[in-house]
């Protein structure tokens, strides 16, 4: 007896969709090459690791996992708050900053409605906007980054959503304050404009702007962060947006009860207040940042300029046997091919050994 059509089944949406394909683990190569001594620099982890304190606040929580976590989130929530000078009720968590952009589509677009992102800008804006079927315009880069003279100039009355992302993802490049602002004067009332500060706390330069800052001046503003990047908390997912009060309370009608862990919740608490962690995680960062670039250079290759803790370097072809190669010596990144950028492999800055292997690697991987 037939089963049911699944095809015809599923919403229109989905029925394209290709599943996001994440870094791949350590654990699986080890699996399919034996390899022991693996670096992963493909995912935009810290390698240092998390704090020693936090660590050590996660292992002195465990006897509470019988229980379910306070889905209101209150400490952290308290902390976030006083941390970012805006009200608790500004703020929604998500299951990291990923779901709390599904969230914004699923809350704010119907069928057929527009969402606008930049080419090469992160692949969960078109998987979540195609999802709810919305209308899709991605608009070309200019020098790998967002043209948001475009990108305003798409804007319609048919228009619910644009993601600009600060530092973008996989590019690196960044928008300064004036061409943000002048963007955000351009948006209508029916426009919610997502800011995707995911890199935020690595960059340290005057005149890049703060999404939460801005929020004051532009209700119809979405700022999102995470603790999987400069707070090395990834495994723990624990991500947040920040807007109005009236966005943030629809955000959390259609948030999952429960969707952010216990453990998450006290880890991300004690993060906030690593200071020093954050600075010498930027300080490394830097000096990994030099020491990769002064690298390609040494091989000849041409990189994008970046402000988040990766580089995407460009192989001079196709960047799918480099990686493979890359793998049989141990050496975890990231190809790029399905941003449409099949000759660049995306690297995590590593520790200072690390990023020496990497080169290494790298050499002898372009040799053959």
């Not at 969960?124 to 079927?133: G, H, I």
């Not at 993802?169 to 500060?197: Q, S, Y």
């Not at 969707?259 to 490394?284: C, D, K, M, P, Y």
Request: proline residues 6%; contains cysteine.
């Amino acid at each position: 007896m037939p089963g049911p059509d699944i095809q015809i089944m599923t919403v229109p949406g989905v029925r394209q969709l290709q599943p996001y394909l994440p870094g791949k683990p350590t654990e699986e190569l080890e699996r399919e090459l034996g390899i022991q001594s693996i670096i992963k620099m493909a995912s935009n982890e810290n390698p240092l690791g998390p704090p020693a304190r936090v660590t050590q606040i996660i292992a002195e929580q465990t006897h509470g996992l019988a229980r379910y976590p306070d889905d209101s989130g209150f400490q952290l929530k308290s902390a976030l708050a006083a941390y970012l000078g805006v009200d608790a009720g500004q703020i929604t968590f998500g299951n990291g900053s990923s779901q709390v952009l599904e969230l914004v589509v699923r809350a704010f677009v119907q069928p057929g409605e527009r969402v606008i992102m930049s080419e090469y800008a992160f692949v969960v804006y078109s998987l979540a906007a195609q999802a709810v079927d919305a209308d899709l315009v991605v608009v070309p880069a200019k020098n790998w980054g967002h043209d948001l003279e475009t990108m305003a100039a798409s804007v319609d009355a048919n228009t619910r959503v644009v993601f600009i992302a600060n530092p973008n993802n996989p590019t690196g490049t960044w928008i300064d304050c004036a061409a943000l602002e002048a963007f955000l004067k351009r948006m209508p009332d029916h426009v919610i404009t997502v800011v995707d500060e995911a890199y935020f706390e690595y960059v340290d330069d005057a005149d890049f702007p703060d999404a939460v800052a801005l929020l004051r001046r532009w209700p119809g503003l979405i700022a999102t962060r995470t603790f999987s990047k400069i707070y090395a908390l990834a495994g723990l997912r624990i991500g947040y947006a920040v807007a109005s009060s009236g966005i943030t309370e629809v955000l959390n009608r259609i948030r999952q009860p429960f969707n952010v862990n216990s453990l998450g919740l006290v880890a991300a608490s004690e993060a906030l207040t690593e200071t020093e962690f954050v600075q010498h995680s930027r300080r490394i960062n830097k000096a990994g940042m030099v020491q990769l670039c002064q690298g390609f250079q040494k091989l000849g290759l041409e990189y994008i300029p970046s402000k988040g803790n990766f580089i995407s370097v460009d192989v001079g072809g196709p960047a799918e046997a480099v990686y493979q190669r890359l793998l049989r010596q141990g050496v975890i990144v990231r190809p790029v091919a399905n941003y449409g950028m099949p000759q660049h492999l995306r690297i995590t800055i590593g520790l200072e050994q690390e990023n020496d292997q990497a080169l290494t690697a790298l050499e002898t991987a372009l040799a053959r």
